[in-house]
């Protein structure tokens, strides 16, 4: 099975700063099977990167994914309030279809 | 699509959870996605327990597979979780979603928790 870890655990940035999120698999997976999510306090996660670099619906263009292989990335520039939440990422698995999550990096405000 | 979770918020040590997740906005029955289920243990992560497809295909997570069945009702819309011979390791929040490039759409979840 799959591991995704993701780094750091926790980050303190300031508003208006950029954020850069990391998420490692245990092998090689595909680009077209990676996602990231938002989870606010009290909050169901929210899907903000499908495909590893695709915006689902809604999502403003200071969030953006890369990656390949087994090292994806998810950056959010210039920093919101709103932004300060955990993420998630998340691999899908063709056969049989299946899904992991990392354990989250939690974004603070400093 | 909308979806809503149901069910007991208590249970008790070795009983069977049973929650139901109601959509609406879209039908269950036309393929787009893969309806599933996810848990999130309290202060924890994310953990997909599993999914149904439309025609009644289950895929579940190893680690739950030996306690786990999840249905779905076409005629209501609706798709079913059951974990039986639960712990107190199953208190957590869960949720239902639907997947198709990404879990899209979410409940707002619902925290069952286990306890005598």
């Known amino acids: 099975e799959i591991v995704l870890t993701q780094s750091p655990g926790t980050v303190s940035l300031s508003p208006g700063e950029r954020a850069t999120l990391s998420c490692r698999a245990s092998?090689?997976?595909?680009?077209?099977?990676l996602a990231w999510y938002q989870q606010r306090p009290g909050q169901a996660p929210r899907l903000l990167i499908y495909g590893s670099s695709n915006r689902a619906p809604g999502i403003p263009d200071r969030f953006s994914g890369s990656g390949s292989g087994t090292d994806f990335s998810l950056t959010i520039t210039r920093l919101e309030p709103e932004d300060f939440a955990v993420y998630y990422c998340q691999q899908y698995r063709t056969s049989p279809p299946g899904a992991t999550f990392g354990q989250g990096t939690k974004l603070e405000i400093k | 699509v909308q979806l809503q979770e149901s069910g007991p918020a208590l249970v008790k040590p070795s009983q069977t959870l049973s929650l139901t997740c109601s959509v609406s906005g879209g039908s269950i029955g036309t393929g787009a996605y893969y309806w599933s289920w996810i848990r999130q243990l309290p202060g924890k992560g994310l953990e997909w327990i599993g999914f149904?497809?439309?025609?009644?295909?289950?895929y579940y997570n190893p680690s739950l597979q030996s306690r786990l069945i999840i249905s779905i009702d076409t005629s209501k819309n609706q798709f079913s979780l059951r974990l039986n011979s639960v712990t107190a390791a199953d208190t957590a929040m869960y949720y239902c979603?639907?997947?198709?490039?990404?879990?899209?759409?979410w409940g707002q979840g619902t925290l069952v928790t286990v306890s005598s």
């Open positions: 979603a639907s997947y198709d490039k990404g879990f899209e759409d």
């Open positions: 149904i497809y439309y025609v009644g295909s289950t």
């Open positions: 092998q090689s997976i595909s680009s077209s099977y």
